[in-house]
């Protein structure tokens, strides 16, 4: 007989499972689809194969097209210049976009600056260069 505790385990393990898939496939799609960002969904895959599975961590960690930014991440915390160009420049126009051809209120358009201005602020922040001075 199987505890409680032990069940609530693996339905954990096997939800951060299914969500590590499923992000990972919503960054491979961003690997063809301009206005969706491939890092930040193999970033969170990664999270939640490192709480789920071992294997799949690694595999996505090492693997040859996904692992180098994933470990430029997480050694250095660097973001490519080209990344926060797209970056920043997606949410402008996001913001220009709601802003002016929809009729959002005032309150969502704060909402959504405040959370644009959050995330360009913590892109901006992080280095585009290794810290031996060369571009990722």
Same mark, same amino acid.
């Given at each position: 007989?199987?505890?409680?505790?032990?069940?609530?385990?693996?339905?954990?393990?096997?939800? #951060?499972?299914? +969500?590590?898939?499923?992000? !990972?496939? =919503?960054?491979? &799609?961003?690997? %063809? #689809?301009?206005? +969706?960002?491939?890092?930040? !969904?193999? =970033?969170?895959? &990664?999270?939640? %194969?490192?709480?789920?599975?071992?294997?799949?961590?690694?595999? =996505?960690?090492?693997?040859?097209? %996904?692992?180098?930014?994933?470990?430029?991440?997480?050694?250095?915390?660097?973001?490519?210049?080209?990344?926060?160009?797209?970056?920043?420049?997606?949410?402008?126009?996001?913001?220009?976009?709601?802003?002016?051809?929809?009729?959002?209120?005032?309150?969502?358009?704060?909402?959504?600056?405040?959370?644009?201005?959050?995330?360009?602020?913590?892109?901006?922040?992080?280095?585009?260069?290794?810290?031996?001075?060369?571009?990722?």
């Amino acid at each position: 007989m199987t505890e409680p505790q032990d069940e609530a385990t693996g339905l954990k393990r096997l939800a #951060l499972l299914g +969500l590590g898939w499923g992000f !990972f496939a =919503l960054g491979v &799609l961003g690997v %063809f #689809l301009p206005v +969706l960002p491939t890092t930040p !969904f193999m =970033l969170l895959a &990664l999270w939640c %194969f490192a709480r789920s599975s071992r294997r799949f961590h690694h595999w =996505l960690f090492t693997h040859r097209l %996904f692992g180098p930014p994933l470990q430029r991440w997480e050694q250095y915390r660097v973001i490519p210049l080209g990344a926060k160009i797209i970056a920043v420049g997606a949410m402008s126009l996001s913001m220009i976009y709601v802003g002016f051809f929809t009729q959002a209120p005032w309150f969502a358009l704060v909402t959504m600056g405040a959370i644009c201005l959050f995330g360009a602020g913590f892109i901006l922040t992080k280095p585009h260069r290794l810290p031996d001075g060369t571009r990722p």
